[in-house]
């Protein structure tokens, strides 16, 4: 399996409050990404980054905001939670960002936002 | 990137193959056909893809029609470990980023 892990991997916040997902990758990979996935449905890229410091929206990126200082860490920020921002988020990584660049998923973290 | 259709759901008999068939008519000449699977809330798990030829990896086949309007992909020997929900999607070659993910196929494995 690909060295990704996610921190935390559940959390129970309130609305308003912020909070920040950690990903972690040992594969030096230079891809990451950031999905939302909601109950019975496909995942949705929020944001990726093809390098450090370098980032770019997916297509439901509104209300996140993402930072990448280091090859190994993105992190994803919710600056004030919202009820609709409950899912389960998944962090990813490719080698490259072309077609034939596979990615791999982390394990996921479970967020409520009550 | 093209947008896919999969069937909702399948059943497959255990050590029966399972086809799973993916239309993405709109697909364009640079787009690669991906296919992941997720079990039970794990991350998605990458299993095959392809441009215009079949492939076959010790997971699964991939079959690609010739207009490449639509793929099917093989489980040869289904088990029950097999259970879960499998997505078709397609990127572009240079635009990872954009990879998008439909519903997918809920397949179950029935003993």
């Known amino acids: 399996d690909a060295g990704i892990t996610q921190s935390p991997r559940h959390k129970v916040t309130e609305t308003g409050t912020p909070v920040t997902l950690r990903c972690h990758q040992t594969?030096?990979?230079?891809?990451m990404y950031w999905y939302r996935q909601d109950p019975g449905h496909g995942l949705r890229l929020i944001h990726y980054?093809?390098?450090?410091?370098?980032?770019d929206k997916g297509e439901v990126s509104d209300g996140y905001s993402v930072s990448r200082s280091k090859t190994e860490d993105f992190l994803l920020t919710l600056e004030s939670a919202t009820s609709s921002q409950t899912s389960v988020y998944f962090c990813?990584?490719?080698?490259?960002?072309?077609?034939?660049?596979?990615?791999?998923f982390g394990p996921g973290t479970r967020l409520t936002v009550l | 990137d093209a947008k896919t259709t999969q069937p909702t759901s399948m059943d497959c008999a255990e050590g029966r193959a399972a086809n799973l068939p993916c239309n993405h008519s709109?697909?364009?000449?640079?787009?690669?056909v991906y296919w992941y699977r997720q079990i039970h809330s794990q991350g998605p798990q990458y299993i095959i893809h392809?441009?215009?030829n079949n492939e076959t990896n010790e997971m699964a086949s991939l079959i690609i029609t010739e207009d490449r309007k639509s793929s099917t992909l093989i489980l040869p020997h289904a088990t029950l470990r097999d259970t879960a929900v499998y997505y078709c999607?397609?990127?572009?070659?240079?635009?990872?980023?954009?990879?998008?993910f439909g519903d997918g196929t809920t397949l179950t494995v029935k003993p």
């Open positions: 392809g441009l215009k």
């Open positions: 709109t697909i364009s000449g640079n787009e690669y």
């Open positions: 999607i397609v990127r572009v070659r240079t635009n990872a980023g954009k990879s998008t």
């Open positions: 594969e030096n990979h230079r891809y």
């Open positions: 980054s093809y390098g450090v410091k370098d980032t």
């Open positions: 990813a990584i490719s080698e490259g960002g072309g077609g034939t660049d596979t990615q791999y």
